[in-house]
């Protein structure tokens, strides 16, 4: 029996990667996000105009100006004139956001009252300006806390940042690619496997073989979780060696979440691809759920700011809890007791979803 399955493993294998598509779909994918994503999909705010309306002609205004043109985020400095050219630049997009400073802005400071200056945003690209007014409101604090005081006392916080000490974006990407790779990459290997023995007509070969129904799948499934683990492999050895982000937590331990993982996705792919029964419908199903599985999962928005009835919908999302622990392991270092938290729903959604694939795929033979 061993040998049999050994076979449809390596019947698999060498379907998907003897024809030159396969092998581009499973690897070309994985090198540009690889190298994409850790510098596009990003939430810092670079390169942008900020325009700045100065009423006030003491020297804090200007300290102020010289401190923001400094900013890597504001390489752009628009220097407005009059109130129309506030509006004009906003309504026009020639800027993210303006800071007006008041006419009497250098005149409190100096008498030690409260300056205020005044931040407008463009609420269209609302997520963006808002980090960026967080920028600005950073430069303008630690201005204050460099003025002399005579009689004030001031209160200073001092941040420290835990598991990414310089709040590295690309520390929050990488680790979260190990699960969004393998995710594609093991979903279209499964649901594609049995469409495309169905549109080759090998189907009917198959179901006539010596194998039952719990080896066929046991075959289909191990050549994904092989093709998942490379991709995680290849990402994993590029985040430590290339990008130098510090792994804190357990290999073995990684690996073997990904192994519950794979398998959990393996059940998805079988399933779609069980009442699939073409290749591009198996192909529109995997998107089907994986567009709406990324964008519940955390990776988007964290998990607290969806709405109840989504959020617990959420729980049967295998990406959610993958994420969860990639990111606990690497960077956090987390242990068994604290990975399984997030594992043991992986092992319910696995066993729910083979089950299904099993009786679907028991009716069809039968």
Known sequence: M???????????????????????????????QLVLFPFAATLEVKNATLAIYNQDSGKNSIELMERFSKAKAFPNLKILHSVNEVSD????????????????????IVAHKTASLQIIIDGRRSNAAQIAAGYIQ??????????????????????????????????????????LITTIGCLIVTAMSVARER?????????????????????KTIPALMIATVQATIILLAAIWIYRIPFQGSIVLLYFSLLCYGVSLSGIGLLISS?????????????????????????????????EPLR??????????FIVITKGIYLKGFDFALVWHDLWPLLIIASITLSLAYFIFKRQTG
């Open 199 to 219: 549109e080759q007509g090998t189907f009917e070969q198959l179901l006539v073989s010596p194998l039952n129904t719990a080896s066929i799948m046991f075959g």
């Open 312 to 321: 617990s919908i959420t729980w049967f999302n295998p990406i959610r809890h």
């Open 275 to 307: 009442i699939c029964g073409t290749q591009q419908q198996a192909f529109l199903g995997v998107f089907g759920f994986l567009m709406p599985a990324i964008m519940l999962s955390g990776y988007v928005a964290p998990i607290e700011n969806i709405p």
């Open 89 to 108: 630049t906003i309504n026009n997009q020639r800027a993210l956001l303006v800071v007006s400073f008041p006419s009497d802005f250098s005149r409190k």
């Open 2 to 32: 061993f040998q049999r399955i050994l076979a449809l493993i390596r019947k698999e294998l060498q379907a998907q990667l003897r024809d030159k598509d396969s092998r581009r779909l499973l690897i070309v994918p994985v090198i540009l």
């Open 138 to 179: 950073n430069i303008v604090q630690n201005y204050e806390n460099e003025l002399p005081s005579t009689n004030t006392i001031k209160s200073v916080a001092v941040i420290r940042n835990w598991f990414n000490p310089n709040l590295e974006y690309q520390w929050f990407i990488l680790p979260c690619l190990i699960a």
